[in-house]
């Protein structure tokens, strides 16, 4: 009789250990073979802290040592290979604060070394081990790309495209700010979004550039451009329904405080004559908000309330509510509401500007309700 072998007989007995014995020799060969570092791939040495060739080789070469005679507990190596490596670190060419942070965990990882606490040594190159190995920063191919992609966006803007000038200027300000076209890309960000109708948007980008470019000398123009904004984001005269002067006056009071806080700190702005245009108009804007306030009251007979709105008018706003007419009607209402404080006050100013007032036949004359409001002036 035939004997037949037991097909799993054969796969315990010859094909498992065939297996296994490849796998030994792939793994073999894959750690001994080729005898390069994991520094290269494909025979060409991959960059550390920016170096290439050779130098990396040895750095990288400096650097295992060093955690393996931390790993082994002897701190003296350790200590020796890390000093050897700080000639390379001198040499980092990557971005500045890049080769800051990787010589900061250098020297961390040092001090470690010398109290012999190798936890925080190995941690600290861990760190200086992601750094290093960051490729290096072509900033003058990327310069160049940036001015091409400046100019491009800048077309798009000129031309009304302000989706693709958007997105131009979006991929600009993703580049290192230390870049004279990724500054110029936020800027002009800033104005497609002004352009585009998005007041608040650009104005909280024109800030930021304001912020991180304190020095530069387009910051007069981003503060001429952030003021702008929050003057078009004032309410607009809407017809049939209500004036501007019957809306919340907190935007106009915004734009009026940023606008005096511009001329403030920079009096010498090539902008300086089209800011103080912009506070007039701001101005104006709330003096016809008071006006209206001030007619409100003074059809519901509210004289203290129309007092208030008066003397603000005549004080505040002294280039158009400082007239005879409104400083007559405020020595009669103070005459009404019996206030001396105010009575005073107004008589100061009246004995300035309308001396005839003050007399006797003059407030006889004024006593009575005049028959028409003066309207607000430009």
């Not at 007041?199 to 003021?227: C, H, K, T, W």
């Amino acid at each position: 009789m035939e004997h037949v072998v037991p097909v799993n007989f054969a796969i315990r007995e010859v094909v498992r250990p065939v297996m296994v014995w490849m796998l030994v020799a792939i793994g073999i060969f894959s750690a001994c073979g080729t005898g390069k570092s994991s520094l290269q791939t494909q025979g060409k040495p991959q960059p550390w802290l920016g170096l290439s060739g050779d130098p990396a080789m040895k750095a990288y070469s400096l650097f295992r040592s060093s955690v393996r005679a931390l790993r082994a507990g002897n701190h003296d190596v350790a200590r020796i290979r890390l000093a050897e490596l700080e000639p390379f670190l001198a040499k980092c060419s990557v971005a500045p604060s890049t080769c800051e942070k990787a010589r900061g965990y250098h020297r961390d990882a040092v001090v470690a070394v010398d109290k012999k606490d190798h936890t925080e040594a190995l941690d600290n190159l861990e760190f200086l081990r992601r750094i290093a190995a960051q490729k290096r920063v072509d900033t003058k191919a990327r310069g160049k790309t940036a001015r091409v992609q400046y100019f491009k966006g800048i077309k798009y803007l000129v031309a009304g495209n302000y989706d693709d000038a958007a997105l131009t200027f979006q991929r600009l300000v993703r580049l290192p700010l230390y870049m004279t076209y990724a500054q110029l890309g936020k800027l002009r960000l800033a104005d497609t979004r002004y352009n585009q109708g998005r007041y608040l948007e650009a104005f909280e980008i024109y800030g930021e550039y304001i912020s991180l470019f304190p020095q530069d000398v387009n910051v007069a123009y981003a503060r001429y451009m952030a003021a702008r904004c929050l003057v078009a984001r004032m309410p607009d005269d809407i017809t049939y329904i209500a004036p501007a002067e019957r809306l919340d006056p907190s935007r106009a009071l915004q734009a009026r405080d940023y606008l005096q806080a511009s001329i403030r700190q920079a009096p010498e702005s090539p902008y300086v004559v089209e800011t103080t245009k912009l506070l007039r108009k701001v101005r104006h804007r709330l003096y016809r908000h008071h006006y209206y306030v001030a007619r409100f009251y003074a059809r519901r007979m509210q004289d203290g309330g129309e007092l208030g709105r008066r003397m603000e008018m005549a004080f505040g706003f002294p280039e158009w509510g400082a007239t005879r007419t409104n400083f007559s009607r405020m020595l009669v209402l103070a005459r009404r509401t019996k206030s001396k404080k105010r009575l005073e006050q107004i008589r100061q100013a009246v004995a300035v500007r309308f001396p005839g007032l003050l007399k006797g036949e003059t407030l006889d004359a004024a006593s009575a309700k005049p028959k028409t409001t003066e309207s607000p002036k430009r």
